[in-house]
Each structure stands twice: as C-alpha cells, then as structure tokens.
C-alpha cells in the first residue's frame, strides 16, 4: 500500500501534524489531499451543477457551501443557513438545495445563482416538509433523491433497543420516501441507517444499518442491505445481522408476521457504518465501478476499537456480494482515533470527497495511476 498525502491551504494554516496524516493509508496510484478545514463536524455533502460542494453539520447549526472562486482548488467557505438543530443531511436536485433537521426539511431554490451573486444576504428557505419525528437519538435526517424523483428519508429508532416508539408512531425504524405530500415506507425493521445509494445498474437501494449494543465486542455485525422488494422486512428489534437473536425481542419472531430479510454483507460488530457512496464515476480503475465505499465510523464501546476507515464493497454488476476490503485506513493507531470519516461523496470529476467529523475537514481522493 502506497500513498501520497497532500495540502491545500485554505482558510489559515493547517492544524495538523505530519505524522498523523502519514499514517493514513490508501492503494497505490491514489492520492488523498485535504481541501477543506475547520470545519463544524462535517457530515453529508453534495455538489451543485456549478461545483460548489455543500456540507451538513452533526453538532453544528449551520449549513455552509465550500465555493473554488478562481477554480484554484482551494475552497472558500461561505454561510448558507444557519440556526438550524444539527442539519447533517444536504442534497442538490435539479437546481434546489434540500437540507434536513430533525423534523424539518428545507429547500432553497436556484442556489447556484445565489451562490454564484456573491450576496451579502442569506438567500430565502421555505419550509420542504415538516412532520418527522423530532427525537434526538438516532435522530439525523439523511437525505436524497431516489432515481424515481422521490426524496428518501431514514428515522433511526430512539434507543438502543426498543419496540414501543415504532408500535407507537410507524415512521420509526425505517425508511421512507416522501411521495406526492406522503411518507410511504420502502425498508422497515431498520435501526439506524444513515447512508444509502441506488446501485448504479439496477437501481436498487442499498443502505447501511447500525447493530444494537451491549451484547458483546463481537456481536452483532453492522450490515449492508439492499431493498429488493419495497416495504421489506430487515429484523429490527427480533434478529439482527445474520443469525442473532435479540435476548429481549427474539421470543416474539413466531408472533411477526413477516418475511425476515438478512443484509448482504455483514460489516464487523460495532463499526459504525455511516455514509455510503456507490463509485459511478470514470477517473477510478475498473475495479471500483459499481461497487460502493463505506465509511465506518468507529466504534465507542468496544474493548478494542474497531472500523475508523473506509471500506471498499465489491458488488459485480448485478449488485450480489463479492468481498470487501480496505480503501484508507489509519485513522486509528494505538487505541487512539485522531479521526472518524462520516460519509463519502463522488463528485462530477469523478473523485471521491469524504468528511471527517472528529478532524473537522474533508479529504479528497485522486487517482493518480
């Protein structure tokens, strides 16, 4: 494994000693660079038809839009909306900016034009749809627009195990797309997903789920999933992964009256699979076509730490499971996490952006071969 770290410097000098980011890993003929810093825990992105790059906020109230002025490669920040609670989903889509708090989702129409004014005023939002679930918990909205011109949106449970909120309120515990003024449910049983993407070929939706806690270091594995049949059935709370069994909820299966479906790849216990990103772009060599990069988060209460990097799915063109493997790592050494990548992005040039919410920055990836 080879790998070339670069800077581009912008907003002030870089925080960052040069041992911590030599520790970073990636295949040979890649580059990785960081083209934006101090950042407020950066999380989704999305880029407009001008190539601006929009970011979502985990712990922040801001949406904010990083704009290459002189087309230099070094991005200026810019304000887009502020006092909003934690707008860690953003997506562009056919000229309109959405971007989602807990139980609200805003559009801002023509961004590109406002961004492209260099005004002085924040351009106007109005309210997109406003009915979600507002609980904290597993409660980031992720965002985006299906190839059916739908807007998908996951809502995590508000536990950690639990089967009351989603008897309660059905939006729980599953994800939805929001259809002519309604939520109808495409995956339910799911615990927390926040990242998906359509397989470029079958357009399919595929989605990534966060297991349970407290049954162990090593159990149960975090999944990827995909929706072959719309209002399937993932498990959540009765089984989880593959083949285990809630201690609490497992006694119930005879009683649901529901066809369970298993993940098609099991991820590791406690990794914390965030963002994923199909590759449809053309820069990369022909391996990664199709096939989808994970960023797994890194675990917080496991003995030993584990995820913390970005993972490579290897799909063929049917969208069947083949293997995974490491992309970047290095983002963990000696027990100590220096960073945690959140969500990766491919952009229009073909290259891989992923955000880093521990860091505050955003990595871009090259192919360089």
Same mark, same amino acid.
């Given at each position: 494994?080879?790998?070339?770290i670069?800077?581009?410097?912008?907003? !002030?000098?870089?925080? =960052?000693?040069s041992?911590?980011?030599?520790? %970073?890993? +990636? @295949?040979?003929?890649f580059?990785?660079? &960081?083209?934006?810093?101090?950042?407020?825990?950066p999380?989704?992105?999305?880029?407009?038809?001008?190539?601006?790059?929009i970011?979502g906020?985990?712990?922040?109230?801001?949406?904010i839009?990083?704009?290459?002025?002189?087309?230099?490669?070094?991005?200026?920040?810019?304000?887009?909306?502020?006092?909003?609670?934690?707008?860690?989903?953003?997506?562009?889509?056919?000229?309109?900016?959405?971007?989602?708090?807990?139980?609200t989702?805003?559009?801002?129409?023509?961004?590109?034009?406002?961004?492209?004014?260099?005004?002085?005023?924040?351009?106007?939002?109005s309210i997109?749809?406003?009915?979600l679930?507002?609980?904290?918990?597993? !409660?980031?909205?992720? =965002?985006?627009?299906?190839?059916d011109?739908n %807007?998908? +949106? @996951?809502?995590?449970?508000?536990c950690? &195990?639990?089967?009351?909120?989603?008897?309660?309120?059905?939006?729980?515990a599953?994800?939805?797309?929001?259809?002519n003024?309604?939520l109808?449910t495409v995956?339910?049983g799911?615990?927390?997903?926040?990242?998906?993407?359509?397989?470029?070929?079958?357009?399919?939706?595929?989605?990534?789920?966060?297991?349970?806690?407290?049954l162990?270091?090593?159990?149960?594995?975090?999944?990827?999933n995909?929706?072959?049949?719309?209002?399937?059935f993932?498990?959540?709370?009765?089984?989880?992964a593959?083949?285990?069994?809630?201690?609490?909820?497992?006694?119930?299966?005879?009683?649901?009256?529901?066809?369970?479906?298993?993940?098609?790849?099991?991820l590791?216990a406690?990794?914390?699979?965030?963002?994923i990103?199909?590759?449809?772009?053309?820069?990369?060599?022909?391996?990664?076509?199709?096939?989808?990069?994970?960023?797994?988060?890194?675990?917080w209460?496991?003995t030993?730490?584990?995820?913390y990097k970005?993972?490579?799915v290897?799909l063929?063109?049917n969208?069947?499971?083949?293997?995974q493997?490491d992309?970047?790592?290095?983002?963990?050494?000696?027990?100590?996490?220096?960073g945690?990548?959140?969500?990766?992005f491919?952009?229009?040039?073909g290259?891989?952006?992923?955000?880093?919410?521990?860091?505050?920055?955003?990595?871009?990836v090259?192919?360089?071969?």
């Amino acid at each position: 494994m080879i790998k070339k770290i670069t800077f581009l410097l912008m907003f !002030g000098p870089l925080l =960052i000693s040069s041992d911590m980011t030599d520790t %970073l890993k +990636i @295949p040979e003929n890649f580059e990785i660079s &960081i083209i934006a810093k101090n950042l407020d825990s950066p999380r989704q992105m999305t880029e407009t038809s001008s190539g601006h790059i929009i970011v979502g906020s985990k712990k922040g109230s801001e949406v904010i839009a990083l704009v290459d002025i002189d087309d230099d490669g070094v991005f200026e920040k810019r304000l887009v909306a502020n006092n909003l609670q934690n707008p860690a989903g953003v997506v562009y889509f056919m000229g309109d900016l959405y971007f989602a708090e807990m139980d609200t989702i805003w559009i801002i129409e023509n961004i590109d034009n406002w961004l492209d004014s260099n005004s002085n005023e924040l351009p106007d939002k109005s309210i997109y749809m406003n009915d979600l679930p507002s609980e904290t918990w597993h !409660g980031l909205k992720y =965002i985006d627009f299906g190839p059916d011109g739908n %807007l998908y +949106i @996951p809502v995590g449970v508000p536990c950690n &195990i639990c089967l009351e909120p989603q008897q309660k309120d059905p939006r729980f515990a599953a994800i939805h797309k929001y259809e002519n003024g309604k939520l109808i449910t495409v995956a339910d049983g799911v615990r927390n997903s926040v990242g998906f993407d359509w397989h470029p070929i079958t357009k399919k939706l595929y989605f990534s789920d966060n297991g349970r806690d407290w049954l162990g270091d090593d159990s149960p594995a975090c999944e990827l999933n995909v929706v072959n049949k719309e209002g399937s059935f993932y498990g959540y709370p009765y089984k989880h992964a593959k083949d285990v069994i809630d201690p609490e909820f497992g006694d119930m299966i005879p009683s649901v009256d529901r066809e369970f479906v298993d993940p098609i790849a099991e991820l590791g216990a406690h990794v914390a699979p965030l963002g994923i990103a199909f590759y449809d772009g053309k820069e990369f060599p022909e391996k990664y076509h199709n096939s989808v990069f994970i960023a797994l988060h890194g675990s917080w209460n496991r003995t030993k730490k584990s995820g913390y990097k970005v993972i490579l799915v290897k799909l063929d063109d049917n969208g069947n499971y083949l293997y995974q493997e490491d992309f970047i790592t290095g983002w963990l050494s000696n027990e100590t996490a220096w960073g945690r990548p959140a969500a990766p992005f491919v952009m229009s040039d073909g290259s891989l952006l992923v955000s880093d919410d521990k860091h505050n920055v955003i990595y871009k990836v090259q192919y360089k071969g």
